[in-house]
Nanobody, 117 residues
Framework: VQLQASGGGLVQAGGSLRLSCAASGRTFSSYRMGWFRQAPGKEREFVAAIRWSGGDTYTAASVQGRFTISRDNAKNTVYLQMNSLKPEDTAVYYC???????????WGQGTLVTVSS
């Protein structure tokens, strides 16, 4: 199983980025896919998740209204659209998959998002 995250980078406050997570190696139809982030010196925290089958979404209060999670079944890819970025969004973002969310069965490598003020 592989979760390949991409799309991180450096952006100014107020800007946007879109993260992608390409999943492979098994069928994820019974899984939730999501994103966590970890800022320097802080615990890893939940950001957003989506049910692969059905598309129900869950978003942390800290990013509601700014971040949107979506999926493309044909591409086996989950996206995190991040708008109105703030310096406090700076973190390494990790893609994750879990059958019994919030327990994570698979982690992707992180992608760094840096928001400058």
């Amino acid at each position: 199983v592989q979760l390949q995250a991409s799309g991180g980078g450096l952006v100014q406050a107020g800007g946007s980025l879109r993260l992608s997570c390409a999943a492979s190696g098994r069928t994820f139809s019974s899984y939730r896919m999501g994103w966590f982030r970890q800022a320097p010196g802080k615990e890893r925290e939940f950001v957003a998740a989506i049910r692969w089958s059905g598309g129900d979404t869950y978003t942390a209060a800290s990013v509601q209204g700014r971040f949107t999670i979506s999926r493309d079944n044909a591409k086996n890819t989950v996206y995190l659209q991040m708008n109105s970025l703030k310096p406090e969004d700076t973190a390494v973002y990790y893609c994750a998959a879990g059958r019994n969310w919030p327990r994570v069965d698979y982690w992707g490598q992180g992608t760094l998002v840096t928001v400058s003020s």
